[in-house]
């Protein structure tokens, strides 16, 4: 009896060493494709995760573009989404023409890209264009310059005519004033001329008269006569003997003061009342100085 269970455990032995014999373990190229297929499989659910994130905020399902920081949006693939649904939330009309705009630009790509000498030309031709722009910009900052410096001279000439204009006016003014000052004195001198040579009238009588009379009655007749400046002026109108000897026969003392009156300068008698009218040739010459200056 031991001995048929020794031999039944031998082949049952035997059969377990041939099946764990059977089992390898994985070869490298089986570990190394596995785990890349893994993390296709883990990166195509990151993808389908993000595209479902993305199309639940484009469909205002749970929106949080808005939330994104700015300076996070200029970096792809956010850039990219955020132009897309900026593009399809135009109107239909001006996103058919961004999307011809597009179109274009992608048939103009293609085309430069496919022809070396079209991409040549196209480089030739924008360095040429930016030239001219730039060439442009400084022609018309010169312009902007000039056109500055210009409108500074205006002005400056507009302050400067100001100013002459204001001069004038305030030497228009002043002429006025003299003018009226000028015909004002020379009314004075006329009136006080006037005056002087009526006095010199009505003396010219009386000293014709004192030249008849005795010196020693006329010397009597003066001593009782208060203005002195009156004697003066009829004795300078007598011959010097007869008026030596009516000063001798006066009061000393009044004849004293008659004498000092000879060492007074001059003057003409103060102006009559004043008048309201100018005289002709005055007023002529007043005219044409003003029309002169004006």
Avoid at 108 to 117: A, C, F, K, Q, V
């Amino acid at each position: 009896m031991p001995e048929n269970e020794v031999n039944q455990s031998k082949p049952a032995a035997a059969q377990e060493d041939t099946e764990q014999a059977q089992i390898r373990p994985p070869s490298r190229i089986y570990l190394a494709l596995s785990r890349i297929i893994y993390m296709f499989l883990l990166a195509s659910l990151g993808v389908a995760t993000f595209l479902t994130v993305l199309t639940l905020d484009f469909l205002q399902i749970y929106p949080f573009r808005y939330k994104i920081p700015e300076e996070y949006r200029k970096y792809w693939p956010l850039s990219s989404y955020y132009d897309f649904v900026q593009l399809h939330q135009l109107p239909e009309e001006e996103r058919y023409q961004q999307l011809i705009l597009q179109e274009q630009e992608r048939f103009n790509r293609l085309i430069t890209e496919g022809s070396r000498d079209l991409e040549r030309r196209a480089v030739s031709l924008e360095e040429s264009y930016r030239a001219l722009m730039r060439t442009q910009k400084e022609q018309h900052q010169r312009e902007l310059e000039e056109l500055r410096k210009q409108r500074e001279t205006i002005e400056l000439e507009k302050k400067n005519l100001a100013n002459d204009r204001q001069d004038l006016e305030n030497r228009k003014i002043a002429v006025d004033e003299l003018s009226q000052r000028l015909a004002s004195e020379t009314l004075n001198i006329e009136s006080s001329l006037i005056r002087f040579m009526e006095k010199e009238n009505r003396l010219d009588q009386v000293r014709s008269i004192a030249a008849q009379m005795e010196p020693k009655a006329l010397a009597r007749i003066f001593d009782d006569v208060p203005d002195d400046q009156l004697i003066y002026d009829i004795l300078g109108g007598l011959q010097p003997s007869h008026s030596g000897k009516i000063l001798g026969g006066m009061d000393p003392e009044k004849a004293g003061r008659i004498m000092k009156l000879g060492k007074s300068p001059l003057t003409l008698p103060e102006p009559g009342p004043s008048r309201n009218y100018i005289p002709p040739s005055l007023q002529n010459l007043i005219n044409d100085t003003q029309a002169n200056l004006r």
